[in-house]
RNA sequence: GCGCUCGUAGCUCAACUGGAUAGAGUACUUGGCUUCGGACCAAGGGGUUGCAGGUUCAAAUCCUGCCGGGCGCACCA
């Protein structure tokens, strides 16, 4: 890696055990700098002077100067200044050479990693929560690839609690969800929605939903079939959502087939003394490690949601011969989480597990939740987004087909739904404004993929030679060194987003990076210039157009070539 | 009651996990289309980092105590 090659370069040469280095505040400081606090301390010095030694020592150290230009001392601060020849080369060479695979690393060692991430529930709608769910799994999927891990994403839907029969106990009563001529799948989570209202205050309405619930638990019936059929139409709509954010799960699992095996595991840790009888119930009591209680079948014999989630866990390990499991979900549920990560250590499972939680998304008017009624959908959300986009590109691009007015404009939409998810950091709430998040200025998706397509618009006006055929040196100015420096830093964001499985530092850098390229942009044209100096910026600006594109595929973003 | 979490510019968020003058976007004020796509760029004002102590050469960041918001704590997922 270009930066982590100079820093070890740096640690060499002066003979430091570790040295921690930044980058300056400010450029004028320099393109990298080490704090000597830490050094001076165990050499018993003042950290002002011992800067000074090591400036001087570096200045005199050839290895060093092959790489850098100027190295200074300011304060206790020993600040380098990188070659801007060396650098240019060396950055053109790299992200030409790696292409699409620039930024990705080995660090991983192809450990074995599933993610589960999703988890959507057939029969209700599929709403904003869900979307940071997905967005935000994706990307940590993309990113721990990149990162050298063997990634199996998959996703866990649950097709068998009583929210279903909820579901089909309304929808039997009301024909006109029949004669609709909406998507099947969708029409079912807006019944939902309207059942959970309608059985809060119904005492009788909850009797039939549990007979309900217990005929398709029998797996027979009118309304096993029903359910049979109900839960396709559900299925397909999921499917219809991953495909148009094109996202892909190496497998899905359900639920309904691993409760089976969850009620056999239950009677063994029954005889293993990890789970026992209480108030009628079985429990696993974990007041000794400081987790309470969890309830696991309840008092009516009737299976609850760990029991599935056990079973799932046991299948995973054993089929996929993993290393680690990771699994997305929301922030409210990390006690369970805990808990369960418990029982499966003293089932004996060693695998490291990880939940990764985020907090939970809302709208201006209050809370996101299914039982309420108070969601937008994915579907709402999308079409007002869209709604928007469509009017905007069409009113620049009168010479365009609706179809690929359409394209675009789906494309912006996808692009800003998923952005909007992930440039804030996982532990804060989002409070989503369709109308903030679907502007065309500021920090946001269309911000990124205009800063790309106009790049791109150059690059069509005269295509850019192969990297090994340009004259980086010819690349002097302040803007281009601050662009290159960027650029290199990419390796490093990776690796270090991977490490906190952070989208926000992914969004955060590329948005910078597009600032540094239109900057660049307004100060300095780029087909007007010398021969010689045209071709080493156009090298460049496609080599920034790599690694926005790169940068684009890891938060699942499709790049524009025109918008 | 116990536990977790958040509190930074009017608003939405950053701050490389303890380092240089706390930065962006937005909003507001002003300037730039003889421009490679103005869905852009430049400039300006805007801060006692919830409060009070403490640790440290150095604190938005770590510790303690308050204040305020959110979430979770046995048969909902």
New binding site residues.
């Given amino acids: 890696m270009i930066l982590a090659d100079l820093k070890n370069k740096i640690k060499a040469a002066l003979n430091l055990e570790s040295a921690?280095f930044?980058?300056?505040?400010?450029s004028e400081?320099?393109d990298l700098?080490l704090?000597c606090?830490?050094l001076a301390?165990s050499r018993h010095e003042s950290?002002a002077k011992l800067a000074e030694e090591l400036a001087d020592a570096a200045r005199n150290s050839q290895e060093i100067m092959n790489y850098f230009q100027a190295v200074k001392a300011?304060?206790?601060?020993l600040?380098f200044f990188i070659s801007p020849f060396f650098l240019a080369d060396n950055v053109l060479m790299t992200v030409g050479k790696e292409a699409e695979k620039y930024g990705f690393n080995t660090l991983g060692g192809s450990k074995r990693v599933m993610i589960e991430y999703s988890n959507g529930?057939t029969h209700k709608e599929y709403h904003v929560g869900h979307l940071r769910n997905i967005s935000y799994g994706d990307t940590v999927s993309r990113l721990l690839h990149a990162n050298g891990y063997e990634v199996i994403p998959v996703s866990y839907i649950?097709d068998f609690?009583?929210h279903v029969a909820k579901t089909i106990w309304r929808w039997k009563q009301d024909s006109s969800y029949q004669s609709s001529t909406e998507d099947k799948g969708y029409l079912l989570g807006k019944c939902y929605a309207v059942a959970s209202q309608l059985l809060k205050d119904d005492p009788a309405g909850k009797e039939e939903v549990s007979d309900i619930m217990k005929e398709i638990e029998s797996r027979s019936g009118d309304n096993y079939k029903l359910w049979t059929e109900t839960r396709e139409w559900s299925i397909k709509y999921f499917d219809s959502i991953y495909q148009e954010l094109h996202i892909k799960f190496a497998h899905i699992f359900y639920e309904s087939e691993v409760i089976d095996a969850g009620l056999a595991l239950v009677e063994g840790m029954k005889k293993q003394g990890i789970l026992r009888l209480?108030?009628?119930?079985i429990?696993a009591d974990l007041e000794k490690y400081g987790l309470?209680?969890?309830?696991v079948i309840?008092?009516d014999g009737t299976a609850?949601?760990p029991v599935a989630d056990l079973a799932l866990a046991s299948e995973k390990f054993q089929k996929y011969n993993l290393d680690e499991s990771i699994y997305v979900v929301d922030?409210?549920?990390?006690?369970?989480f805990e808990q369960l990560f418990k029982i499966l250590g003293l089932m004996g499972y060693r695998q490291s597990l990880v939940h990764l939680t985020y907090d939970f998304v809302t709208l201006p008017g209050g809370?996101m939740s299914s039982r309420t009624g108070n969601v937008v959908t994915y579907q709402e959300l999308k079409e007002q987004v869209l709604t928007k986009?469509l009017a905007?590109?069409a009113q620049?691009?009168s010479d365009w087909k609706p179809d690929r007015i359409h394209e675009v404009a789906l494309n912006?939409t996808i692009s800003t739904i998923k952005f909007e998810m992930l440039?804030?950091?996982a532990?804060?709430?989002?409070?989503f404004n369709i109308d903030e998040a679907a502007?065309?200025?500021?920090?946001t998706a269309?911000?990124l993929q205009?800063g790309y397509?106009?790049l791109?618009?150059?690059m069509r006006?005269d295509p850019p030679d192969d990297h090994l055929s340009v004259d980086a040196t010819l690349l002097r100015e302040p803007a281009e060194k601050k662009i290159l420096i960027a650029l290199a830093r990419y390796q490093e964001i990776v690796v270090?987003a991977g490490e906190?499985y952070?989208s926000?530092?992914i969004t955060?850098y590329l948005?910078e990076l597009v600032?540094l390229s239109?900057?660049?942009?307004?100060e300095?044209?780029?087909?007007?210039a010398e021969s010689g100096i045209k071709r080493a910026r156009l090298a460049l600006i496609k080599a920034v157009a790599q690694v926005l594109k790169n940068g684009f595929t890891i938060l699942g973003m499709e790049a524009l070539e025109?918008?």
């Avoid at 930044?22 to 400010?26: G, H, I, L, N, Q």
């Avoid at 209480?278 to 119930?281: K, L, Q, R, T, W």
């Avoid at 502007?439 to 920090?443: A, H, M, P, S, V």
């Avoid at 239109?518 to 307004?522: E, F, I, L, S």
Wanted: charged fraction near 25%; include cysteine; aromatic fraction near 14%.
């Fill in positions: 921690i930044a980058y300056p505040t400010d400081l320099g700098s704090a606090f830490e301390k950290p300011v304060g206790p601060y600040n529930n649950n609690g009583i209480s108030e009628g119930a429990i309470g209680v969890l309830p309840r008092s609850l949601y922030v409210r549920q990390s006690l369970y809370m986009f905007e590109t620049r691009h912006l440039k804030v950091g532990d804060k709430i989002i409070t502007r065309f200025d500021g920090y269309c911000y205009y397509a106009r791109k618009s150059i006006k270090s906190k952070s926000s530092e955060k948005f600032q239109n900057d660049y942009y307004h300095i044209n780029i087909l007007k025109e918008m």
